[in-house]
């Protein structure tokens, strides 16, 4: 899940889940003076803070949890002000063709682009580390120290870091250098080079010379591209936006030389010369005392398939206009929430308003750009294939797609479900986890496929233990084969079809199976679990005449109805060896064989769905045993879907959503989980999804969240064993689904104390983090 951090002319670093923007953590930043800049490193684990008199803080997550800071180093250049901070660069850089987005693979898709760390250890290993440029220029930009109002770092492939910088002033050069930082004698060194520099194009022009005094923003177009930067000059009449260009030129030589030397006559000299590409003019009347203008750019294609940058003005409202053109392509009035696109005539005309206005005083694109983040100074037809293409980008990079699903709408969900599975089942199949978790987000958008949200919720927990359950299982000798013992098991029932429990259990190593008895216990109620679900799918068998009802995904989906036959295999020859762990159930018959009835049923409807491309419907006589269950076992109840009650559930109404910090948001007259109330009891037992044990109606443990599905589960563990500890070691960092943690308390009802003057204070920094 996407993350804001920004900061108020106080000293306090607020921090927010974009899904649940009202829920804010507060860190008293400890910083003697203004906080200048705001970093997020790749992870969104660590934040950088640094202020106006040096000082630089790095914040980490406690026990993994997206509210709970601290402070875990520091670091100070005392009296000097830090004006530019980054993290050094890990070397990871992922290219995406756009032109190549039809493509069935990934690989033409999306590459791996060479990209050489800032700072590496032995190996090649890159080390971590953070840059900063201070008002004095500290970082040793050139022999001749000056003053320097504006810095932006970018790296370039190689390995070096450019860093821009400026003293303020347009009527002055831009100035470019490379950084390269090694490691020598455990001692870091820091080499600098002069880069050639720029004077602003309004400058030159003697007509507008003295009319943009000021440089107010120095932004490079990405932090990985060092050849493109953006420029802003502004006074309080208006503003105006250059994009210049790092070319390569031939340079000119001189007929004498062409006659003397054969090779320069041949091979034309080359140099780096900075041109400009486009510029943007704004007339809008500012504030003095504010900058104008909220810089941030996209680096990666929007819906129309190019980069765009947004720019904030001091009326309210915010244009993009396109990254290389600064072409106007669309304008949004943030005081009446309307938005204009070119060549559309605004439906109303807006009135100028005498009081102050509102405006935004800082912006925030998201990694895929479809959303855009900004705080202001008091507190879409998509196309079904780019949203696609941009799904399975954060397939294959891992960063979150909360803003992908901003658009996408509850009628499109069921063709994106498709599309997605198709293009998955052409590639090597590694990301399987992944895509059910992206499955699982997109149902929860229409209340026609809640019902499936709950079938990839189930699917990865049942993923995560059977995983769990084969690792167990250990060779009975040193030499051990080609194969796993639980690549065996799955071999020998895949190949076995007997309805027969005892049967298939014929053909397996027992002595592979053998494990101490509290390793077992302590994982009882994940085999009781996976118990109950098998049952719960079969009684639940003659009722699956709609999609609507949960478990209506595993009735043909033969992998998962093939894992579950496995696992009772298993728990099945564990109950031999500890008869504890086996799950229990509670039958109308002493002398009831529950597992052996279990199996056979399974195993019937598993037959059924061999053949994927073309499964078959349950004959009569399966059915009809089916029936029978409830009267011969109990069927449990199944607390089905985490409760999600993040903004990403209530934005689909094209309605515009004004949020405040500190209280919750619901719509008027609407329950925010009305599609997944028919899955559940009014009076419903909290759960705790990772551990499947029941918490009560009302727990006393605190607990923790999970961003993006809900999940949740007990903080502290209450378990000893090495077996269960392991389990939940797996999800110490990130849930089943991959979201983040956060802690909740286990009175619902407590709010979130926020400062008496919140409404009155206004934001300086904001940055972001996937």
């Not at 689904?737 to 206004?762: A, D, M, Q, S, Y």
Request: aromatic share 8%; hydrophobic share 40%; proline share 5%.
């Amino acid at each position: 899940m996407m993350e804001i951090a920004y900061v108020y002319l106080s000293h306090m670093i607020h921090i927010i889940d974009t899904d649940h923007p009202w829920d804010v953590y507060s860190i008293n930043s400890g910083h003697t003076e203004v906080i200048s800049c705001l970093e997020w490193d790749q992870s969104g684990s660590r934040l950088l803070s640094a202020d106006g008199e040096g000082q630089i803080k790095c914040w980490g997550m406690t026990e993994h949890l997206v509210n709970s800071w601290e402070c875990t180093q520091s670091s100070s250049v005392d009296g000097d002000p830090i004006i530019a901070l980054s993290w050094l660069h890990n070397g990871v850089k992922l290219a995406l063709h756009v032109e190549k987005s039809g493509s069935t693979n990934f690989g033409e898709k999306f590459s791996w682009v060479k990209f050489s760390p800032s700072l590496t250890l032995f190996g090649g290993k890159p080390m971590e580390g953070w840059l900063a440029v201070t008002v004095s220029g500290l970082v040793s930009l050139c022999r001749l120290r000056g003053r320097v109002a504006l810095a932006d770092i970018a790296f370039t492939s190689g390995g070096n870091i450019v860093v821009a910088a400026t003293d303020g002033r347009s009527s002055s050069p831009v100035q470019f250098y490379k950084v390269c930082v090694s490691v020598v004698n455990e001692k870091c060194r820091i080499d600098t080079e002069l880069l050639p520099s720029l004077f602003m194009g309004c400058t030159t022009d003697p007509g507008r010379r003295d009319k943009y005094p000021a440089v107010t923003h120095l932004k490079f177009l990405t932090r990985k591209n060092s050849e493109q930067v953006l420029l802003c000059a502004s006074s309080q009449m208006g503003s105006i936006v250059e994009c210049w260009s790092l070319r390569k030129e031939g340079l000119p030589v001189n007929n004498i030389f062409q006659h003397r030397s054969p090779v320069v006559a041949e091979k034309q000299p080359m140099i780096l010369k900075w041109r400009i590409l486009s510029v943007a003019c704004g007339y809008v009347i500012l504030s003095p005392t504010s900058r104008n203008i909220a810089l941030r750019c996209l680096w990666l294609m929007i819906i129309l398939l190019f980069s765009g940058l947004a720019l904030a003005f001091h009326d309210g409202s915010i244009q993009i206009l396109h990254r290389l053109s600064l072409h106007t392509m669309g304008v949004f009035y943030g005081s009446s929430g309307s938005s204009q696109r070119v060549g559309e005539e605004p439906a109303v005309k807006r009135q100028r308003a005498g009081g102050p206005t509102l405006h935004f005083r800082a912006l925030q694109f998201s990694w895929t750009s479809l959303a855009l983040v900004g705080v202001d100074n008091h507190g879409k037809n998509t196309h079904l294939r780019h949203l696609l293409f941009l799904l399975e980008y954060c397939m294959v990079t891992g960063y979150d797609w909360w803003d992908v699903l901003l658009h996408a709408q509850p009628s499109m969900v069921h063709n994106l479900l498709e599309k997605l599975h198709e293009e998955y089942m052409r590639q090597n199949q590694v990301l399987s986890t992944r895509i059910v978790a992206v499955k699982a987000s997109l149902c929860k958008l229409s209340s026609a496929t809640a019902a499936r949200a709950c079938d990839f919720h189930a699917k990865l927990l049942l993923i995560a233990i059977s995983s769990t359950l084969k690792s167990l299982l250990r060779p009975h000798v040193l030499n051990t084969p080609d194969k796993s013992p639980g690549d065996r098991v799955s071999e020998i029932c895949a190949k076995n079809t007997d309805t027969d429990i005892d049967k298939v259990m014929i053909n397996l190593k027992t002595e592979e199976f053998v494990l101490d008895g509290p390793p077992l216990q302590s994982l009882q109620q994940l085999i009781q679990w996976v118990g109950d679900f098998v049952l719960y799918l079969l009684a639940n068998l003659p009722n699956q005449g709609s999609i609507v009802r949960p478990g209506f995904g595993f009735l043909q989906d033969g992998a998962s109805l093939g894992m579950l036959r496995e696992m009772l295999v298993m728990i099945r020859i564990w109950g031999l060896l500890k008869p504890g762990c086996l799950p229990i159930y509670t039958a109308t018959s002493d002398n009831q064989d529950s597992m052996f009835l279990l199996f056979c049923l399974l195993t019937k409807l598993w037959l059924c769905s061999g053949d994927e491309s073309h499964p078959q419907d349950p004959d009569e006589t399966l059915i009809d045993e089916c029936c029978l269950l409830p009267s011969q076992l109990l069927v449990p109840s199944k607390d089905w879907l985490p409760i999600n009650d993040g903004v990403i559930t209530k934005i689909q109404s094209k309605h515009q959503l004004r949020l405040q910090f500190g209280k919750p948001y619901t719509l008027p007259g609407v329950n925010p989980n009305a599609q997944v109330e028919v899955f559940r009891s009014p009076a419903s037992r909290r759960m705790d999804h990772l551990r499947c044990l029941h918490l009560g109606i009302s727990p006393t443990e605190d607990s923790k969240a999970c961003t993006r599905c809900g999940c949740v589960t007990m903080l502290r563990s209450p378990n000893k064993t090495s077996a269960m500890r392991q389990w939940e070691q797996r999800w110490i960092m990130n849930c089943l689904c991959g979201g983040l943690w956060r802690r909740i308390p286990f009175h619902t009802n407590i709010k979130t104390r926020l400062p008496e003057n919140w409404g009155n204070v206004k934001a300086t920094r904001i940055s972001h983090c996937e």
